[in-house]
């Protein structure tokens, strides 16, 4: 099955400077990468995710970029904010059977990065 | 709220006693999936529907585990013979059948005492 490492498990940053959280992954025929957002004691979000026909994507401040040859891919986070505090999970995961089309398996995801943001 | 909604939010039991929760999917959401998360780890994926029909179930579904959405709306997934290493977060989440985006509920936290 598919396995999702993630790096590192603690990020700290000053306030203002970029943050950048890196996965990799383990099945070629992952096609979905999410990435998602979890305060203390609530639910995660999703925050921003990528299909495996595209190598980037942004939305203002958070980018994600894909590999799909060396199976990883990162989120950057510019401009860091003391709301950007949480903990950041990605995931990966399959087509339902296989095919491109749309609707996707069950998401399996990395262990977390706990990012600080310094004031 | 339209979003994913989850009940009890907190659940105590003593171990061996059985346990049910609920999940209500965002209404035209066809595919509903069972997670499970322990402190400081990630969400683990443990079952998922498309309607009513269960289309995968993971090995950490052991037979102590099952899960229903008979009408294809609300799900729910019983623990019987609770153990202490049941205790965790068991998230819902639902997505469209075509589309790969996965919205969360809130969550249901079991403490197996």
């Known amino acids: 099955g598919e396995n999702v490492e993630q790096h590192p498990s603690t990020l700290s940053v000053q306030e203002g400077d970029s943050a950048v959280i890196k996965c990799t992954y383990s099945d070629s025929a992952s096609n979905y990468f999410p990435w998602y957002k979890q305060e203390l004691g609530k639910r995660p979000q999703l925050i921003i995710d990528i299909r495996s026909n595209v190598g980037e994507k942004k939305d203002q401040r958070i980018a994600v970029t894909l590999n799909k040859t060396a199976k990883h891919f990162s989120l950057h986070i510019t401009e860091t904010q003391p709301e950007d505090s949480a903990v950041y999970f990605c995931?990966?995961?399959?087509?339902?059977?296989?095919?491109?089309?749309?609707?996707?398996?069950?998401?399996?995801f990395g262990k977390g990065t706990h990012l600080i943001i310094q004031p | 709220d339209t979003g994913v909604s989850q009940n009890p939010r907190h659940k105590i039991t003593k171990r061996g006693q059985n346990v049910t929760f609920r999940c209500d999917p965002i209404?035209?959401?066809?595919?509903l999936y069972w997670y499970r998360q322990t402190l400081g780890q990630g969400p683990e994926f443990l079952t998922y529907?498309?309607?009513?029909?269960?289309?995968?179930k993971s090995r950490l579904l052991s037979d102590r585990f099952s899960a229903e959405r008979p009408k294809g709306s609300f799900s729910t997934l019983e623990i019987q013979r609770t153990e202490q290493g049941d205790s965790a977060m068991y998230l819902c989440?639902?997505?469209?059948?075509?589309?790969?985006?996965?919205?969360f509920g809130p969550g249901t936290r079991l403490t197996v005492l």
């Open positions: 209404s035209e959401h066809n595919r």
């Open positions: 529907f498309q309607n009513e029909a269960q289309l995968e």
């Open positions: 995931a990966a995961s399959i087509p339902v059977g296989g095919s491109s089309g749309g609707g996707a398996d069950g998401l399996t």
């Open positions: 989440a639902s997505s469209l059948w075509d589309a790969d985006t996965q919205y």
